[in-house]
């Protein structure tokens, strides 16, 4: 019995000492697996840890609400404030200036300021931000007359996309009785400008051109466009002031949710997947602070990801409703985050790439991209004067930073939190599609041949 005991005992202290041995163990490699990530996410020495960056309130401001209240930036040693600016003007201003770090732009803006239209200044974009997200509202009275010439399938819905077809005849009979059709936009070189007018100018409806002289764009028009900040536009199209618009959500669903009109077409529409806003920092800020660029895109590419992964939408609704972000209702935003888009009230489709953030490559900046842009301001007379070919390419390398975005990105891939497929193999330039409303090819390595293909607009 006695040497049953010691046996007994024997064993419980050798079952203790091993299991006191794989506790400790297990500590220690937890604790190298922590190091080895730690030093992994630290090998960025910070030039500029405190930053703040400006946006204005719309739901492709998301990146940078996510970066910060899921932690991304912080991972990356930054201290951000995120702030809400007045107007696409005040946030150009104030990046160049120095007074904000960086901002969520419109994808014109950087590339505005170095092509020559508007303030000058040297601004780079390291990160694309989205796809897609805009649509283009009318009034109900508006959306009364074009209806009838909508077609509609078996069960009386409208066949989408509408083209300006619809809206032509209405523009005539408001010229008939001496009245002269207005529409809203955001920014002379917002996406919202060059869409509209896209669409516009596909059905034959000039929307108006620059010149050195006159920056109002409204030569010669048959809609005039103007600007309006994208929180005011359902409340200027309720006032009559203006008969439609195009600006990014939530404020085309705020008209719905409102009674006061209907989208009739999404820039998805107008553009299959196109580029909309950027994030933008100055080339001085870049130059001087290269481990900041690069912390500061890794954290926004992690944004993106996960604004894409399933089941995150909800949760980034709840988020953007904050009054610090977007502040809409969340019903209102989820009308569009969530997958779905409603034309008419109670119209409401399935419309999954209507926000994209991550998937199809969103967050890397194309020169394409970039070079689609310049044609536009090139077509409409922002850019008065024609240029080779040449001049395009070599404008767009100044202002898009793929290299940066790479070098943020392989850091990810090597942290193990985005796959190495997720880097695109590529020179920067989308292949040729004519994924446009009128299905014309755009070209990026021929933007003279692209620009000479429009009916309305300057020829090269």
């Known amino acids: 019995m006695k040497t049953t005991l010691l046996k007994t005992m024997t064993l419980l202290i050798a079952l203790t000492l091993g299991a006191c041995g794989g506790s400790t163990a297990k500590k220690e490699t937890a604790e190298a697996t922590t190091d080895a990530a730690k030093s992994t996410t630290e090998k ?39 702030e809400a600016q007045s107007n696409w003007k005040n946030i150009l201003d104030r990046v160049i200036d120095g007074q904000l770090d960086g901002a969520h732009m419109l994808a014109g803006q950087p590339i505005a300021a170095g092509a020559g239209f508007g303030r000058q200044a040297e601004l780079v974009t390291a990160y694309s931000m989205d796809l897609n997200g805009n649509a283009i509202t009318v009034s109900n009275d508006v959306w009364s007359k074009m209806k009838p010439n909508v077609p509609v399938d078996s069960e009386g819905k409208s066949i989408h996309p509408i083209t300006a077809e619809a809206l032509k005849p209405v523009i005539k009979e408001y010229k008939k009785e001496g009245k002269s059709f207005k529409m809203g936009m955001v920014f002379p070189v917002s996406t919202h400008n060059y869409e509209i007018r896209y669409w516009l100018a596909a059905a034959g409806i000039n929307p108006g051109m620059y010149t050195k002289e006159n920056i109002q764009g409204q030569i010669d028009a048959d809609v005039l466009l103007s600007v309006t900040p994208p929180p005011q536009m359902p409340a200027t199209l309720e006032a009559g002031t203006i008969y439609g618009y195009c600006v990014g959500e939530p404020w085309n669903q705020q008209a ?75 019903v209102v935003l989820a009308n569009s985050m969530t997958g779905t888009f409603e034309y008419e009230k109670g119209d409401k489709r399935a419309m999954p790439d209507f926000n994209v953030f991550y998937r199809y490559n969103a967050t890397y900046p194309f020169y394409s991209d970039g070079i689609w842009f310049l044609t536009q301001m090139r077509r409409w007379g922002q850019i008065p004067e024609a240029k080779p070919a040449d001049w395009y390419a070599s404008k767009i390398k100044d202002i898009y930073r793929p290299d940066i975005w790479k070098k943020a990105a392989e850091l990810l891939v090597a942290e193990g939190k985005i796959p190495a497929t997720d880097i695109p193999e590529t020179d920067g330039y989308k292949p040729a599609t004519s994924d446009f409303i009128d299905g ?19 020829k090269n």
Do not use: C, H
């Not at 989208?263 to 806003?277: H, L, M, R, S």
């Not at 933008?280 to 954290?299: D, L």
């Not at 014309?440 to 300057?458: L, M």
């Open 44 to 82: 960025l020495a910070i030039e500029k840890p405190q930053l703040t960056f400006g946006f204005i309130k719309l739901t492709d401001m998301a990146p940078l609400a996510i970066a910060k209240e899921k932690g991304f930036f912080e991972d990356e040693g930054l201290f951000v404030s995120v």
């Open 256 to 330: 719905v949710f409102k009674g006061i009109g209907v989208p009739v077409v999404t820039n998805y529409d107008i553009w299959k997947n196109n580029p909309e806003k950027v994030f933008v920092m100055t080339k001085s800020f870049v130059e001087q602070n290269p481990n900041t660029a690069i912390a500061v895109t890794k954290a926004l590419i992690r944004a993106g990801q996960w604004l894409d992964a399933p089941g995150n939408r909800a949760e980034a609704v709840k988020i953007l409703s904050m009054s610090q972000y977007v502040g809409a209702d969340e």
């Open 440 to 458: 014309t090819t755009f070209d990026a390595k021929d933007p003279i041949g692209y620009i000479n293909s429009f009916k309305i607009g300057n």
